[in-house]
């Protein structure tokens, strides 16, 4: 059972920067892939980005390309999400998933799950 915990949530303004942390409990968590998903109020839960075991491989949904950035420490066992520039479109709740998969439809799917940290972008 891998545990994981989000932090790094809060309100900001539109434009600005912010990240997130995720510390994992599991001691193989270099073995995993890891990424964030996030959810807004009446939309389903959406992925956002994942990065391979090592860090080397990202991923990201088109509409935090360039504006998002995922990263790990695997000797902390923390993945990150730096987001720069927010939109209100941002807000959301943003999820920590460990042992990512990628189906052949291309969608990712954790195994595992933190209980959110709430962002809040406002104008």
């Known amino acids: 059972q891998v545990q994981v915990v989000e932090s790094g949530g809060g309100l900001v303004q539109a434009g600005s920067s912010l990240r997130l942390s995720c510390a994992a409990s599991e001691r193989t968590f270099s073995s995993l892939y890891m990424g964030w998903f996030r959810q807004a109020p009446g939309k389903e839960r959406e992925f956002v980005a994942a990065?391979?075991?090592?860090?080397?491989?990202?991923y990201y949904t088109d509409s935090v390309k360039g504006r998002f950035t995922i990263s790990r420490d695997n000797a902390k066992n923390t993945v990150y999400l730096q987001m720069s520039s927010l939109k209100l479109e941002d807000s959301a709740v943003y999820y920590c998933?460990?042992?990512?998969?990628?189906?052949?439809?291309?969608?990712?799917?954790?195994?595992?799950w933190g209980q959110g940290t709430q962002v809040t972008v406002s104008s």
């Open positions: 998933a460990a042992d990512l998969s990628r189906f052949a439809t291309g969608e990712w799917q954790g195994n595992y």
């Open positions: 990065i391979s075991r090592s860090g080397v491989m990202t």
